[in-house]
């Protein structure tokens, strides 16, 4: 009786219709899912279907990634749109999860609403430690898991960890190739096998979306616009609205705007764009206007939910400034434009805790990219072995109960490297708990040794 109750179920499966669900928060992770379609990343499936989220404190007050400028050039690879946000109402994507034991219930809530029927399911989601993402795994725990990365942070390893009952389902880590040479780190815990989206098919991805915003141009006498700038070629500066993650103030951010205005004149640049994050205060903006005009440069003000990389097409800039965007690589490895990095050396000091999932992006713009406030700008350094090293060894620093097995490559890196110019990448504190080159020497005495192995072992069950 048990056998072929197994048989037909198995039966059952192999002549299910397949679903293929893309799970995206923004409009970059879909042209990320877009471009690896185009390029045969994913087996053909009966149905495509593509679950917006949106993550927004108030999703309410802002747009959706489908309801963005361009997204109508992607909804052609799905044969549906689906809301996350809809199907969740009234909890918030990002702070809602299901009870295990109410697992089953929404599974088959989902399926209803989502009328996929017994289709066997297939995921591909972004940021699979944390919600919304984890969510959906968990609410389809028979589908198979690819997990697209999420920009610059795909080089760091995972910031938490996650149950075995998800991450052991995760076939593949898609990712761009926005340093070269460099592997991610990310779910290698679990074997996940990274596998490169073409930068071909990005970029020809990129191309339709800019292809479908409608031409606004700028209004020069107000010194704001939403189109493209003509003349000569802009510098476009990045705000990344760092406030709102705690690591700086608001004052502290709006004086890293205005350096990069104060840089992008100094290497001679008179038209600026600024391209604020969505959910910036506006009064920052005015500082900038006030800044710009007495430096005599004329600064545009980007007030659209667009794309850097819709921007670098259209506005075909000159010079790309920014703190430790994503975007810089994107600029710089896609279009070739030169790139400057400000404000990334404080921020390495005040970034807090140590394993905060920024400290990865922010070592490698730190790294490669030339500093701004020196006068520079250009393309990144290449990443070799040495890059390499150390972000294995800020990986380990950062979860050395994830990821134990480069402990060595860590000591390796710091017996060989640590000087007054990757001090920067580590604290004392944090290499002495973790007993590597660089941390304070235990003292020889046996009962001090008892006391400071005690105080290893509750600083590591602290930081798991």
Known sequence: MRTTAT??????AATAATTQIFFASSLYGAATLAAAIDSGSFAPADRRLLLVANNATTPETSPALNEMPGFEQLRDRFDGVLSWNEAISPFHPGGWAPRPDDIPLWERYLRMLWDLGDD????????????PALAIAQLFPEAALDVYADGLMSYGPTRSKIDPLVGERVR????????AGLKPLLLAEFGAEPEIVPTEAFVKVIAELSDGVADVAFDESSGEGSGEVSGERPALLLGQYLAALGIITPAEEEALHVSM????????????VFKPHPTAPSSWTRTLEREAEALDAELTVLDRPLLAEVLYRRLRPALVAGCFST????????YGIPVARIGTEPLLDRLTPYQNSNRVPLTIVDALVPDLAEGAAGAPAEADETMAGLLNAVGFAMQPQLR??????AEGYLGRNLNTRTWRYFKRRRLTVLGLPGGIPVPRNATVRRVVRRARRLKRVALG
């Open 7 to 12: 048989t037909t179920t198995t039966a059952t």
């Open 120 to 131: 066997r399911i297939e995921l591909a989601v972004e940021s699979i430690q944390v919600n």
């Open 172 to 179: 593949r880590l898609f990712h761009l190739d926005l340093v």
């Open 261 to 272: 205005v104060r840089g992008a004149v100094a290497l001679g640049h008179r038209r600026i």
């Open 327 to 334: 975007a810089l690589f994107t600029a710089s490895t896609f």
């Open 404 to 409: 134990p097995d480069l402990r060595a490559a």
